[in-house]
Each structure stands twice: as structure tokens, then as C-alpha cells.
């Protein structure tokens, strides 16, 4: 019950901030893209460590530790007003465990790998995967809501409606 009304909040959030920051496309369905990023929980392990890069307005990352509670996230993005925008929804939302990162992801440096790096909509994956894999745990994946061909990769794809997931392991 508490879930989903933190999604509804969470909705009213990106409805409310959409319009000065430009969170996601005006035309975007908001419950198509919050449901794709509840719909991922099923390729990601208990008590996993997340990297959501690109995290705009917190999609794919906020609504999938409103579901999964175990997951460490973290959510990098290059925009200072949007990062304020993922501190309100945190706060709001009252979310623990769940980091924003205000650096373009080329830039990030952490001292601990992921289990899973995101990302949705940000477009030349093979330079992302190039600047993050060393993050990545050997065990772990990248997630990207796209399809995509990356050259010495093992490649997983699952396509859900209108959209293709590709899993990418090293």
C-alpha cells in the first residue's frame, strides 16, 4: 500500500517540476515509464548497489527502490537543477539508502563497484559502457532501456511492449 502511494506522489512530483525543468518529454506517459522501471526488478539481485546514470528526474531509479527497499542507489546526473529536483523527491518521499550524484558520469569516481549501472535515453552506450564497466562488478550488468549492439559484450535483450531492455555482462 505504501508503494503505491509513493508512486503517486512521485508522479505528482515529476508533473509539478516537469514544467520548469524539463524532467522528461511533455508527451511522455508517465505510468508507462514508471512501470518499465518497476518491470527491471526482476533481473536485479537482493540488496544490490545501483549506479542510475543520466538520472534526469529519477526514472528508472526512484521508482524501483520505492519497490525494492533493499537496494543501495545511486543516481548521477549532470544537472544541478535536476539533482535538486531527485533531493526534493528523496526528501519527500522519505527514501533512504538513495544518492544523488550532481557530475556527468564521464567524471564520476568511486572507491566500490555496482552490481547493476541504468540508463535510459542517454545514447552512445558504447562510450558509457567504456567510461563505467570498470565500476561494474564481474558479476554484474548494465541495464539499458535501448537496443543495442555492443561488440565484446554477452548480450541479453527482453522486449516489453514497445521497448527493448539489453542486459550487457562483461
Do not use: W
Not at 91 to 117: A, E, G, P, R, T
Not at 131 to 140: A, D, I, P, Q, R
Request: proline share 1%.
Amino acid at each position: 500500500m505504501q508503494e503505491k502511494k509513493s508512486l503517486i506522489i512521485y508522479k505528482e512530483l515529476l508533473k509539478k517540476y516537469n514544467k520548469v525543468l524539463h524532467l522528461t518529454s511533455k508527451n511522455a506517459n508517465l505510468n508507462e515509464l514508471i512501470s518499465q522501471s518497476i518491470y527491471i526488478q526482476k533481473f536485479i539481485k537482493e540488496n544490490s548497489v545501483i549506479m542510475d546514470v543520466g538520472s534526469g528526474g529519477g526514472i528508472v531509479g526512484i521508482p524501483l527502490k520505492i519497490v525494492r527497499n533493499d537496494l543501495k542507489v545511486y543516481l548521477v546526473e549532470r544537472s544541478e537543477k535536476k539533482c535538486t529536483f531527485l533531493e526534493i523527491a528523496i526528501k519527500q518521499l522519505n527514501l533512504k539508502d538513495v544518492f544523488v550524484i550532481n557530475q556527468d558520469y564521464k567524471n564520476v569516481n568511486f572507491n566500490f563497484k555496482f552490481d547493476y549501472i541504468l540508463a535510459r535515453a542517454l545514447g552512445n552506450y558504447e562510450e558509457l559502457l567504456k567510461h563505467l564497466k570498470k565500476f561494474l562488478n564481474e558479476s554484474g550488468s548494465f541495464i539499458i532501456f535501448s537496443d543495442v549492439e555492443i561488440e565484446g559484450f554477452k548480450i541479453k535483450k527482453e522486449k516489453i511492449k514497445n521497448l527493448t531492455i539489453t542486459l550487457i555482462s562483461l
